[in-house]
């Protein structure tokens, strides 16, 4: 049931998935320790196709799958593989809150594509407005020095053409005729297409198996399981449930989260630069999103 408000219970989700994204991220760059990290992303996609068929089954929505949506399915599997072959190749690279605070831009790229491809999405004044400040904060993001060596110039541009496939499966979602099919669905097209693409891709990026332990797999199957079949869809369920501005509102919490947890566990310094660019980012995605 759609509601125009947020109530207790999608505050506490939003916040908890908000929470868990971060974590998320702090997951990946420990992973790819051990896993190299276009092959922990594809093999992530081919163990969360089992858990995200789960859910459908479990929920009677198989028949959701349909042969009707194969081109969009296609498309939109597609660009989550470069997605997600982007993001964990930044968290690789780079330091994690700046590779959140970069990817966590993807409202930005969002407007704009809505500006041009979705009707009663155009740029007002005070979205255009928020536009300028997270472009200044993603820009600011990219060019500003990490005082502890933790930036990467190329894990940062990974991040940031992240953040453009994440607003371009968005827009996918909302165009195609996947917006029918529903959330559950729509995840899993994503991961039914990207696990082969970036299993097939990935010997181009080095050996697949790094320093492996045991723990390394138990976080894959936590990312497959409760990240994607669980975080994913959630927020796909909240999009679905309420207001869309006030949903993508609260992403901006997100990088926050991961600025403190890559402080706490990686020591990633709290630069002025860094910080200064999640203000710019927060603020326009703010100003994006109100109406």
């Known amino acids: 049931m759609r509601k125009d408000r947020l109530d207790g219970i999608g505050l506490a989700a939003l916040l908890g998935v908000t929470l868990l994204l971060a974590i998320n991220q702090i997951v990946v760059k420990e992973v790819n320790h051990g ?18 068929w789960a859910v459908l089954r479990h929920r009677g929505l198989t028949g959701r799958i349909r042969r009707t949506d194969l081109i969009p399915g296609l498309a939109i599997g ?51 407005a928020g536009l300028c400040l997270a472009f200044i904060g993603t ?20 991040a940031l053409f992240g ?3 994440w ?52 976080w894959l199957v936590f990312q497959a399981g409760i990240v994607v079949a669980g975080g994913f869809i959630s927020w796909l369920w ?3 449930v309420y207001p869309t501005s006030t949903v993508a509102s609260f992403s901006f919490l997100t990088p926050l989260f991961s600025i403190a947890l890559g402080h706490v566990i ?8 860094l910080m200064g660019a999640a203000g710019f980012v927060a603020a326009g995605i703010v100003l994006i999103n109100r109406r």
């Open 78 to 128: 597609t660009i989550f593989a470069a997605e997600f072959l982007c993001l964990f190749m930044a968290l690789d690279l780079t330091a994690v809150g700046r590779a959140s605070v970069i990817f966590y831009s993807m409202p930005l790229w969002m407007s704009v594509l809505a500006h041009f491809g979705l009707p009663g999405e155009r740029i007002s004044p005070l979205r255009g």
């Open 167 to 218: 607003a371009g499966t968005a827009f996918l979602a909302r165009k195609t005729t996947l917006r029918e099919a529903g959330p559950e669905a729509q995840l899993f097209w994503m991961v039914l297409v990207s696990a082969p693409i970036l299993l097939a891709v990935s010997p181009a990026f080095g050996p697949l198996l790094r320093e492996i332990e045991p723990i390394h797999w138990f």
């Open 35 to 52: 896993l190299q990290p276009v092959f922990f992303a594809g093999a992530r996609s081919a163990l969360a196709i089992v858990f995200v």
């Open 266 to 273: 990686f020591g990633e310094a709290l630069s002025f630069g």
């Open 139 to 158: 820009a600011w993001a990219i060019l500003s020095k990490s005082p502890s060596g933790h930036g990467n110039i190329w894990g940062d541009l990974f």
């Open 238 to 240: 909240l999009l679905s």
């Open 163 to 165: 953040a453009f496939g």
